[in-house]
Nanobody
Framework: QVQLVESGGGSVQAGGSLRLSCAAS???????MGWFRQAPGKEREGVAS????????VYADSVKGRFTISRDNTKNTLYLQMNSLQPEDSAMYYC???????????????????WGQGTQVTVSS
């Protein structure tokens, strides 16, 4: 497992943008990475995931075309660029990493072994 620390959350108006970062304490090049979010009173849901090389990504339908996940394995950092934010995007956003052995992205929470503490995103209308 690796330790993950998210940053970049904040408060924005609808239509605005934010870029989340997730810094890992160890090497992430062999780990599938993902972003998840949880709004008050709702279950945690998958937002985006990226393969070990960064060549393949998957997104939740609700964020397709607005969010972009990327990674820099040389910096052991994961990113989530969020554009055209809407109030329904307000949530705590979590970074997560799978164990070694997985290659392709997936939004199944049970696949992930390491989780960050989260960063809050609030979008006002």
């Amino acid at each position: 497992q690796v330790q993950l620390v998210e940053s970049g959350g904040g408060s924005v108006q609808a239509g605005g943008s934010l870029r989340l970062s997730c810094a890992a304490s160890g090497y992430i090049a062999s780990l599938v990475m993902g972003w998840f979010r949880q709004a008050p009173g709702k279950e945690r849901e998958g937002v985006a995931s990226i393969s070990t090389t960064g060549g393949t990504t998957v997104y939740a339908d609700s964020v397709k075309g607005r969010f972009t996940i990327s990674r820099d394995n040389t910096k052991n950092t994961l990113y989530l660029q969020m554009n055209s934010l809407q109030p329904e995007d307000s949530a705590m956003y979590y970074c997560a990493a799978t164990g070694v052995g997985w290659v392709y992205p997936v939004l199944i929470q049970e696949r992930y072994d390491s989780w960050g503490q989260g960063t809050q995103v609030t979008v006002s209308s």
